[in-house]
């Protein structure tokens, strides 16, 4: 297997707060890999300096080999890495379908005169996008839901909305926020099928999970942050037993 | 009834002008929440470097039929605002993203000033007159005059508009505009570049803006250098009667004050019986504008503050 994401050494200081402190760890091609950690642990901080939404303080953030530390959001996107967000952000005023068409934009390039000019090119390019966009949600189960707002949707149908915007951006890397807080346990296994179904299609996830039953379910590898620090990191199974992990969720000392 | 009619179609003429204005005022609060004090400046530009073309033009080819001298004139005048435009948001705006919302509202109105000062050392300080090269037929319609040079402001403010609503609401830039309106931040995750949209945002308000100018200086027959400042305030106006952020807010808006502007001048007269002339004509905006704030602060089509989170 091949390593597609790989943390090196990342260091994210607010002020004189560490939220992050020498964080390594690498993802392969393929697998499901797990984040967690308690409260504040740093978890979206890691994300937000992974998809260039923070600039890191110090270290590497590498994608398929190549720094994207540097790089703007939408530029880390289009090299196939796109996210979720743990408090649920779509596009409210626009509906399901258009969401997950905003999705398509960094793999698609019609210009603005190709759009006034409404040549041939840009309105086949449209009825692509489109029609992707609708593939895309009876993909995640939201065939029937593509008219209607967004902010209209159940709150489980909003996660997998998200989801299904971020997929239109043909990520090799997708990035979960917890994307099944706040969901019964009947939802949560339907999205497990979900993380199942996209690990067959090809996708690499990284998932930042409370429920510890379905990381460990889940996941080939998990690593746990505590304070802003890797604590441990392995096959599910071991990673659970690590007195360390055990103690930072009980709050006991290491 | 002949008055009203008339001033009904003035209205409509100098309203469908203040909507091409109030739209670059609306698109760029949308995204940025910024308040553009220099788009009317903007607009004045366009209509200074359309005349300085139709000048030269008529200099070095007499014989060209007029309607065609002035479209060269809007056909310079447009890629020239579009470069202003593409040049203020760059130089003034882009580095005070991040800074409080203040601080580029003042930058703002620095841009307004050196514009119009700029303009005027360049254009002079007196008024320019736009040459007769357009055709002036006159239409009778139940007693009220309409010309051909109003039918086409009409008509072609209508036509921008239709293409305005369909890029925004259609279009893979339109989505994008659209989704960093709402949050800059996540439009960035999902791959749009923020900057490029914002830099689009700016420049087809400017296209827009370039061709009221013209249409300003066509229908007075004159522009000057501070004519963007009224222009420019009369358009906010209307952005914010439609409620600002909405683009068929400032549509409407802009045609609303159009022809309140109109009715009111046209009858201020009769009202304060003789007391007030149709000079005031100016207060109306303004008047309304009070109204606006005071009773329904989100405009017209506007949504409420609270749902804007």
Same mark, same amino acid.
């Given at each position: 297997?091949?390593?597609?994401?790989?943390?090196?050494?990342?260091?994210?200081?607010?002020?004189?707060l560490?939220?992050?402190?020498?964080?390594?760890?690498?993802?392969?091609?393929?697998?499901?890999?797990?984040?967690?950690?308690?409260?504040?642990?740093?978890?979206?901080?890691?994300?937000?300096?992974?998809?260039?939404?923070?600039t890191?303080?110090?270290?590497?953030?590498?994608?398929?080999?190549a720094?994207?530390?540097?790089?703007?959001?939408?530029?880390?996107?289009?090299?196939?890495?796109?996210?979720?967000?743990?408090?649920?952000?779509?596009?409210?005023?626009?509906?399901?379908?258009?969401?997950?068409?905003?999705?398509?934009?960094?793999?698609?390039?019609?210009?603005?005169?190709?759009?006034?000019?409404?040549?041939?090119?840009?309105?086949?390019?449209?009825?692509?996008?489109?029609?992707?966009?609708?593939?895309?949600?009876?993909?995640?189960?939201?065939?029937?839901?593509?008219?209607?707002?967004?902010?209209?949707?159940?709150?489980?149908?909003?996660?997998?909305?998200e989801?299904?915007?971020?997929?239109?951006?043909?990520?090799?890397?997708?990035?979960?926020?917890e994307?099944?807080?706040?969901?019964?346990?009947?939802?949560?296994?339907?999205?497990?099928?979900l993380?199942?179904?996209?690990?067959?299609?090809?996708?690499?996830?990284?998932?930042?999970?409370?429920?510890?039953?379905?990381?460990?379910?889940?996941?080939?590898?998990?690593?746990?942050?505590?304070?802003g620090?890797?604590?441990?990191?392995?096959?599910?199974?071991e990673?659970?037993?690590?007195?360390?992990?055990?103690?930072?969720?009980l709050?006991?000392?290491? | 009834?002949?008055?009203?009619?008339?001033?009904?179609?003035?209205?409509?003429?100098?309203?469908?002008?203040?909507?091409?204005?109030a739209?670059?005022?609306?698109?760029?609060?949308?995204?940025?929440?910024?308040?553009?004090?220099?788009h009317?400046?903007?607009?004045?530009?366009?209509?200074?470097?359309?005349?300085?073309?139709?000048?030269?033009?008529?200099?070095?080819?007499?014989?060209?039929?007029?309607?065609?001298?002035?479209?060269?004139?809007?056909l310079?005048?447009i890629?020239?605002?579009?470069?202003?435009?593409?040049?203020?948001?760059?130089?003034?705006?882009?580095?005070?993203?991040?800074?409080?919302?203040?601080?580029?509202?003042?930058?703002?109105?620095g841009?307004?000033?050196?514009?119009?000062?700029?303009?005027?050392?360049?254009?002079?300080?007196?008024?320019?007159?736009?040459?007769?090269l357009?055709?002036?037929?006159?239409?009778?319609?139940l007693?009220?005059?309409?010309?051909?040079?109003?039918?086409?402001?009409?008509?072609?403010?209508?036509?921008?508009?239709?293409?305005?609503w369909?890029?925004?609401?259609?279009?893979?830039?339109?989505?994008?505009?659209?989704?960093?309106?709402?949050?800059?931040?996540?439009?960035?995750?999902?791959?749009?570049?923020?900057?490029r949209?914002?830099?689009?945002?700016?420049?087809?308000?400017?296209?827009?803006?370039?061709?009221?100018g013209?249409?300003?200086?066509?229908?007075?027959?004159?522009?000057?250098?501070?004519?963007?400042?009224? /222009?420019? &305030?009369?358009?906010?106006? @209307?952005?914010?009667? +439609?409620? $600002? =952020?909405? *683009?068929? %807010?400032?549509? #409407? !808006?802009? /045609?609303? &004050?159009?022809?309140?502007? @109109?009715?009111?001048? +046209?009858? $201020? =007269?009769? *009202?304060? %019986?003789?007391f #007030? !002339?149709?000079?005031?004509?100016?207060?109306?905006?303004?008047?309304?504008?009070?109204?606006?704030?005071?009773?329904?602060?989100?405009? #017209?089509?506007?949504?409420?503050?609270?749902?804007?989170?």
């Open positions: 297997m091949s390593v597609l994401l790989s943390v090196d050494q990342v260091t994210k200081r607010f002020g004189g560490a939220a992050l402190e020498d964080v390594s760890l690498t993802v392969e091609a393929g697998e499901i890999y797990g984040l967690i950690g308690p409260n504040g642990a740093g978890k979206t901080t890691l994300f937000n300096c992974m998809t260039g939404l923070y890191v303080t110090s270290g590497a953030v590498r994608l398929a080999g720094e994207v530390q540097a790089l703007k959001p939408h530029q880390i996107v289009k090299r196939g890495f796109a996210r979720t967000f743990q408090n649920i952000r779509l596009f409210a005023n626009m509906s399901a379908l258009e969401n997950v068409m905003v999705g398509r934009h960094p793999r698609t390039h019609a210009t603005v005169l190709g759009a006034v000019l409404r040549c041939r090119k840009t309105r086949a390019e449209e009825a692509g996008i489109r029609e992707h966009a609708h593939e895309l949600l009876r993909y995640v189960g939201l065939g029937g839901k593509s008219r209607g707002l967004a902010s209209h949707l159940s709150y489980g149908d909003q996660r997998r909305l989801i299904a915007r971020a997929l239109a951006t043909e990520p090799k890397l997708l990035a979960l926020d994307p099944v807080a706040g969901m019964n346990p009947n939802e949560r296994q339907q999205m497990g099928e993380f199942r179904k996209l690990r067959e299609g090809g996708v690499t996830l990284l998932l930042i999970e409370h429920d510890v039953k379905l990381v460990m379910g889940l996941c080939d590898r998990v690593a746990v942050l505590d304070y620090r890797k604590i441990a990191e392995g096959p599910a199974e990673v659970r037993r690590d007195p360390a992990v055990i103690a930072a969720y709050g006991g000392e290491a | 009834m002949d008055i009203f009619l008339q001033q009904l179609v003035n209205g409509l003429v100098l309203g469908s002008i203040y909507a091409l204005v739209l670059g005022y609306t698109m760029v609060y949308g995204i940025l929440e910024l308040i553009n004090f220099a009317g400046e903007v607009t004045m530009i366009g209509a200074m470097v359309a005349l300085s073309v139709i000048g030269v033009l008529m200099g070095a080819a007499p014989d060209l039929p007029g309607v065609m001298v002035v479209l060269a004139g809007i310079v005048a890629p020239a605002c579009m470069a202003l435009a593409f040049g203020i948001e760059k130089i003034a705006y882009r580095p005070l993203r991040k800074a409080p919302r203040l601080a580029p509202l003042i930058t703002a109105i841009v307004s000033i050196i514009l119009q000062n700029l303009a005027m050392l360049i254009w002079g300080r007196q008024y320019v007159s736009f040459p007769p357009l055709p002036t037929i006159r239409f009778e319609f007693g009220a005059h309409i010309s051909l040079l109003q039918i086409a402001i009409v008509v072609l403010a209508v036509t921008i508009m239709a293409g305005l369909l890029l925004v609401e259609k279009s893979r830039l339109g989505r994008a505009m659209r989704a960093t309106a709402q949050s800059k931040e996540v439009a960035q995750l999902m791959g749009v570049n923020v900057d949209v914002i830099s689009a945002t700016f420049i087809i308000g400017a296209a827009i803006a370039a061709i009221a013209v249409m300003v200086s066509a229908y007075y027959g004159l522009a000057h250098y501070y004519m963007g400042f009224m /222009l420019g &305030l009369k358009a906010f106006s @209307a952005a914010v009667l +439609g409620g $600002i =952020g909405n *683009i068929a %807010g400032a549509m #409407l !808006g802009g /045609l609303l &004050l159009g022809v309140i502007e @109109a009715l009111g001048a +046209g009858y $201020i =007269g009769d *009202i304060t %019986g003789g #007030l !002339g149709s000079h005031y004509q100016d207060v109306f905006a303004f008047f309304v504008l009070i109204l606006v704030l005071v009773f329904r602060p989100s405009g #017209l089509l506007g949504e409420r503050v609270a749902n804007r989170a």
